[in-house]
Nanobody, 120 residues
Framework: QVQLVESGGGLVQAGGSLRLSCAASGSILSINTMGWYHQAPGKTRELVATITSGGNTNYVDSVKGRFTISRDNTKNTVYLQMNGLKPEDTGVYYC??????????????WGQGTQVTVSS
């Protein structure tokens, strides 16, 4: 089992910045991918960014140039630096942890979510 604890959400004006953190604990395999997903009000959860244990990153087009994902493997923590926030960035941000299992299976864990509200 892996536990994920998120922090850093809040209320910010458009154009402002926030930094989200997600600390993982438990049975953490060295090879894994951590990421952030966004769920806007009334919408489905969508990928924002991911980062592998090797440091490879992936971003959805709408946040490229504004958001930066990073991680500290010594602390099993992933960060999301969000700059130039827009009202459409409002929603709950969920931390995700994935690690491979034998036979092509995947461990998949979610945090409890942290609310980000961007006022116009």
């Amino acid at each position: 089992q892996v536990q994920l604890v998120e922090s850093g959400g809040g209320l910010v004006q458009a154009g402002g910045s926030l930094r989200l953190s997600c600390a993982a604990s438990g049975s953490i395999l060295s090879i894994n991918t951590m990421g952030w997903y966004h769920q806007a009000p009334g919408k489905t959860r969508e990928l924002v960014a991911t980062i592998t244990s090797g440091g490879n990153t992936n971003y959805v087009d709408s946040v490229k140039g504004r958001f930066t994902i990073s991680r500290d493997n010594t602390k099993n923590t992933v960060y999301l630096q969000m700059n130039g926030l827009k009202p459409e960035d409002t929603g709950v941000y969920y931390c995700n942890f994935k690690s491979p299992l034998p036979l092509g299976l995947t461990n998949n864990y979610w945090g409890q979510g942290t609310q980000v509200t961007v006022s116009s």
